[in-house]
């Protein structure tokens, strides 16, 4: 089976690339199709943003879409950046750009009031119009600093509750394990099993 994956993130394409070829399925990126056109991410939540994209693709190839939308609530924020997640620090802002922005909000916080959780909702639809939801959640805190050169957009700064190290300095594999993606994407693999 093919799969169509509604991300041009690189680092979320070879997440869920590396998880769906242990089930067999073939992963393709959006990109391959050259003209696509991408949903306008505008949702309020992390679901409608997910269907929306992936049925987006949907329409445009009659082939099924995985597409995902994942957010980082920090606590001490209210729960933002949230939904904003990639856009936090404005919309054309790059990870260093919104991981600043995160360093400086909470600057005056001790690190026992950093408290966050990645999420993640995968959405899985078909030509049909049928949509089916995948979700996950990783606990842990912001850190300090930067820590570690892999992963992607916040990983740096976001340690696993008890560990002092950050998702940036763990392998794909291991991240998989346990973060709000691979979370997600063990749902959505047991769907297929």
Known sequence: MRLIIASQNKGKLKEISCALATVGIEAVAMDSFGDLVPAIEDGETLEENAIKKA?????????????????????ALNGRPGVYSARYAGEDASYADNNELLLRELKEFPPEKRQAAFCCVMALCYPDGKCQLFTGKLEGVILEQFQGNDGFGYDP?????????????????????????????????????
Do not use: W, Y
Not at 158 to 177: D, H, I, P, Y
């Open 55 to 75: 049925k987006a693709v949907v329409q445009q190839t009659g082939l099924p879409c995985l597409a995902d939308d994942s957010g980082l609530m920090v606590d």
């Open 157 to 193: 700064l976001f340690a696993v509750g008890g560990q002092q190290r950050s998702l940036a300095q763990m392998s794909v594999a291991e991240k998989n394990e346990i973060s709000h993606r691979g979370l997600a994407l063990q749902k959505l693999l047991n769907h297929f099993i």
